[in-house]
Each structure stands twice: as C-alpha cells, then as structure tokens.
C-alpha cells in the first residue's frame, strides 16, 4: 500500500515499477522474488499537489484501474467514526492468499464472445483514432490507451462478470468498469484542459460513439 504515491520521489518509483512489473525487488547485486498474491494499492491526492512528483506514464498504465473516491455519505462518515472510536480494532481474513489466486484463475475461464473481444478493442482503438469516430474527440485526446489498456478491460470486464454470478461477459460489463480502467490511460491535450473537459467526460464520448454489439 503506497500512500500519496505522487509524493515519492524518481528513485523510489523506479524501485515499484520493478515490483509491479517483473515481480521482484533488488538490492544492490541481490534480487528477491515477490510473494503470490501481489498487487499494488496506492492513494493520491488529486488536491495538494505540493511536494508531489509526476508519475511516469510506464508506471500509471501497469496499474489495473484508478478509482475516483469522493466523501463519504452522512451514514459511511458515521460509521467511521463508530469504528475509530473502538477500544480494540479486530480485522478478520475474508480470503486467503490461495482463495484470491483460485479466484483469478476462474476469471480467466470465463467464456467472451469474439463479439465482446471485438468491442473492446473497438474502444482502444477509439481513444488512439478519434477522428475516425468524433472529430471533437480528436482535439480532446492527445495520447491513446495503450495495449495494456485491452488486456485491463477483458480482466475487469471477466471479474466483474464473475461478481455478478454470470459465466460470461457481456458489453454491459465493460462498460460497468471502462472509466476506471480507462481514465487514467487516455492523455488529454491542453485544448482539453482549457475547454473543462476532464479524461471521464472524453470517456464518456468514446463509449457513446462506439457501437455496443
């Protein structure tokens, strides 16, 4: 768990890039190989931008998804103040490391029509070429999603297909979690900027001028 990831410096990112790609850390001439499950959870303060350092786009894309979290509701802040308050915090497993591995390994079974494949990379394809598809997009959308981006998309789409108890992936399901793959992949142009458009509104376009099979 990387706190305000934005606040670490070149070297320090460097050294996660390593661990979330390769899956193993170094020091000096020694390499160690990560554990099984490993993932990288990480916060950044989209607000204080004081002291913080730019992200290299390398490490932005190998990360799986970028959630946007606003305030809690009257009810969840209630809540958490309820359990900071406890004289003793108790957490309990709900999974084990090889329950999470089964797990991804049963989403990787789930069965995706070429129909599906092909609306995927449809999107991707959307955010490289947008001119084919909105010319406004095109001034908006500076740098496309990369590879990465496809492979991101049919993992989450089969994950969220298996949380819902279906055996197979739907368009619905991509775009249940398309922004959040997608959002921080897409670069936008400073036309973009000016005009007040943010990567969740170009989002938005792109799964509006896809067609949905």
Known sequence: LADEINRAPAKVQSALLEAMQERQVTIGEATYPLPRPFFVLATQNPIEQEGTYPLPEAQVDRFLMKLRVGYPSRDEE?????????????????WSG????????????????????????????????????????????????????????????????????????????VKAIGPDVLRHRVLLTYEAEADDLDADRVIKQVFERVKTP
């Open 98 to 173: 090889q329950e999470l591995l089964a797990a991804q390994q049963l989403t990787k079974e789930l069965w995706m029509e070429d129909v599906v494949a092909d609306y995927i990379v449809d999107l991707v394809m959307a955010t490289r070429h947008p001119e084919r598809f909105r010319p406004e997009l095109a001034r908006a959308i500076q740098f496309g999603a990369s590879p990465r981006a496809t492979l991101a998309l049919a993992s989450c789409a089969r994950a969220h297909a298996l949380i819902n108890g279906r055996a197979f992936v739907t368009p619905d399901n």
């Open 78 to 94: 209630r809540e958490i103040l309820r359990r900071a308050t406890q004289a003793e915090q108790v957490v309990e497993a709900v």
